[in-house]
């Protein structure tokens, strides 16, 4: 069982940056691969972005490549999102999620999730 807290989320205005952090229990976090997803009101989840559990490969939604920057410290059994360049349109509950697979954007083989943390960028 892996439980996941995510943190670091609030309100920013658009062009700014937020840190997300996500917490996991567990002694073997190194051997899930991680994502970020999102769901904003009256739409469906979205991917975000995922890391292998060695952190050596990423995955990135197109419409965040080159604004937001996923990692891994397997020391502290947490994973991260960078997010730059904030736009309205990346408001959501982020949620972080964990999987046993190399489950990417594949939400249905994500195993485990958090409460998930909310993110709203003004205009």
């Known amino acids: 069982q892996v439980q996941l807290v995510e943190s670091g989320g609030g309100l920013v205005q658009a062009g700014g940056s937020l840190r997300l952090s996500c917490a996991a229990s567990?002694?073997?976090?190194?051997?899930?691969?991680m994502g970020w997803f999102r769901q904003a009101p009256g739409k469906e989840r979205q991917f975000v972005a995922s890391?292998?559990?060695?952190?050596?490969?990423?995955y990135y939604a197109d419409s965040v490549k080159g604004r937001f920057t996923i990692s891994r410290d397997n020391a502290k059994n947490t994973v991260y999102l960078q997010m730059n360049s904030l736009k309205p349109e990346d408001t959501a509950v982020y949620h972080c999620?964990?999987?046993?697979?190399?489950?990417?954007?594949?939400?249905?083989?994500?195993?485990?999730w958090g409460q998930g943390t909310q993110v709203t960028v003004s205009s």
């Open positions: 890391i292998s559990g060695a952190g050596v490969s990423t």
């Open positions: 999620a964990a999987s046993r697979l190399l489950a990417m954007g594949s939400y249905r083989l994500y195993d485990y």
């Open positions: 567990g002694r073997t976090f190194s051997s899930y691969h």
